[in-house]
């Protein structure tokens, strides 16, 4: 349903809810602008606001080992995140920044909670997403106790991955993340991936191209990123 302008109706949460409806959420909210890398809030703070990305994207970081932030996920225009503050009435969890220039719409808990009240469909729709992140995070916390260092390292470089258009055989990575944003997804630092990813090249596995990074051999990766059966893990 088309309700003009360009405000929340292009957020997920609220597709099939009426122009009137969406019209009264976004006059219950307050309207920002964060540049990139402008926090939006801090772990532990006390706020319980829902904010919606209208434009542009959001990370979700915490701290990880020897001050190291930890990227649990980016958030793009059309979703929403804030919202088990405003559920469970605690302190945020996480730290948020702005991963790229943002539009941002905040609702305050109260409202939202009234929202999921009246719309059971935008309620079952929540559950659905914190199923989401349950799963992610379990799977995160997998890899950060069994693999290594560089074992996440790899396993982020075939995430990043796609095959190469002008060769099947071979993947790319066309616009490789600088270190520190690798180092903040595989809770490792930037001396850990430039060193992985150096020693991949100097055994021909991966190679830069331009910006990016060309991968000849994925199978190779593949079997340095998951661990052997039996092995333990270790400092990378």
Request: with cysteine; proline share 6%; glycine share 8%.
């Amino acid at each position: 349903m088309d309700c003009g302008g360009h405000g929340l109706r292009s957020i997920e949460l609220f597709q099939g809810l009426s122009c009137e409806a969406v019209a009264e959420i976004e006059a219950q909210c307050a309207w920002l602008e964060v540049e990139a890398g402008q926090p939006v809030f801090d772990k532990d703070s006390d706020t319980q606001d829902v904010y919606f990305v209208v434009a542009g994207s959001v990370r979700i970081l915490t701290p990880g080992a020897d001050d190291q932030d930890v990227a649990l996920a980016d958030i793009p225009a059309g979703n929403y995140f804030g919202e088990l503050a405003a559920i469970d009435g605690m302190r945020r969890s996480a730290r948020v920044i702005a991963a790229s220039p943002a539009v941002l719409a905040q609702l305050p808990s109260p409202d939202f909670l009234i929202l999921m009240r009246r719309h059971p469909d935008v309620a079952m729709r929540v559950l659905g997403r914190l199923s989401r992140v349950i799963r992610s995070l379990d799977s995160r916390v997998t890899d950060l106790s069994t693999k290594t260092d560089r074992q996440r390292v790899y396993g982020q470089l075939l995430q990043l991955a796609h095959p190469d258009p002008g060769n099947p055989d071979r993947w790319l990575i066309p616009d490789l993340p600088n270190h520190r944003e690798i180092a903040a997804w595989t809770g490792t630092s930037r001396e850990t991936v430039a060193q992985a990813i150096g020693e991949l090249a100097r055994q021909g596995i991966v190679r830069r191209k331009g910006m990016g990074l060309l991968i000849p051999y994925w199978r190779r990766l593949q079997s340095l990123a998951d661990p052997a059966p039996g092995d333990g893990k270790q400092a990378g």
